[in-house]
């Protein structure tokens, strides 16, 4: 009586040894450390005061502007899609410096005024290492949900060489993309444009002023209204 005889391997040979199986790391082309850790198991605040190179700054966003560049019709096409590569990056910016606040600030802003001055300050700290300049009230009584944050020389602006038929273009569209996830993950909704306030002539200290114009929704400020601007 015959013996059954073992299933065939991949290889066809009975005696080969059994091949392994691609890891996850050359299936998708990734490269993990030895150690097995990733960005992803540093400490929050461990790296609070790491700092990028304007270089190196200057060489990626110069990408990301070329690659918005592709396929617009226009100026204010290409704001547009540099303020949506902004805007998850301000969502995810709200809880981190919220974490690393000391345990009593750990609060999220509750009105208008305490929001624009997180932004104003730690927002700015933490991007360019610096506070913005002015933060202001429009003085329109007809626009009384519009606040103004001033910076007379956006670092995104610095490394930026806008064309002559482009002069309208300010590519700080980014930051307020940035700002804007910042007010939509802190729940106050609001339309952030950037705006080129500066003069090209000789002798202008800030030629490359901007002023990012921040438009909150009318049930921010219905909210505001109800609790009295107290929190």
């Known amino acids: 009586m015959s013996q059954p005889r073992p299933p ?75 303020n949506t590569q902004g805007h998850p990056l301000g969502l995810k910016l709200l809880d ?12 999220r802003p509750l009105n208008i005024i305490t929001l624009l001055h997180f932004i104003k300050i730690n927002l700015w700290q933490h991007l360019f290492g610096r506070q913005a300049d002015r933060l202001e009230k429009s003085s329109d009584p007809d626009a009384p949900d519009e606040y103004m944050i001033i910076d007379n020389e956006p670092l995104v602006n610095a490394y930026v060489s806008v064309p002559k038929e482009m002069s309208q273009l300010n590519c700080a569209a980014f930051v307020a993309g940035i700002i804007e996830g910042v007010c939509d993950g802190a729940v106050f909704p609001a339309r952030v444009t950037a705006h080129s306030v500066g003069s090209k002539d000789e002798g202008e200290m800030w030629p490359g002023k901007t002023v990012f114009l921040v438009k909150f929704q009318p049930e921010v400020l219905e909210r505001e209204a109800l609790i009295g601007g107290k929190g």
């Open 96 to 107: 981190l410096l919220l974490i690393r606040e000391p345990p009593r600030s750990q609060s």
């Open 8 to 82: 065939p391997t991949s290889s066809g040979n009975p005696s080969a040894p059994p091949q392994k199986e691609p890891s996850s790391s050359h299936a998708t082309g990734l490269r993990y450390p030895s150690n097995g850790k990733t960005i992803y198991h540093r400490h929050l605040s461990r790296s609070r005061t790491a700092e990028l190179s304007q270089a190196s700054f200057a060489y990626l966003f110069s990408e990301m502007v070329t690659y918005a560049q592709r396929r617009v019709t226009g100026i204010q096409d290409l704001e547009k899609r540099l």
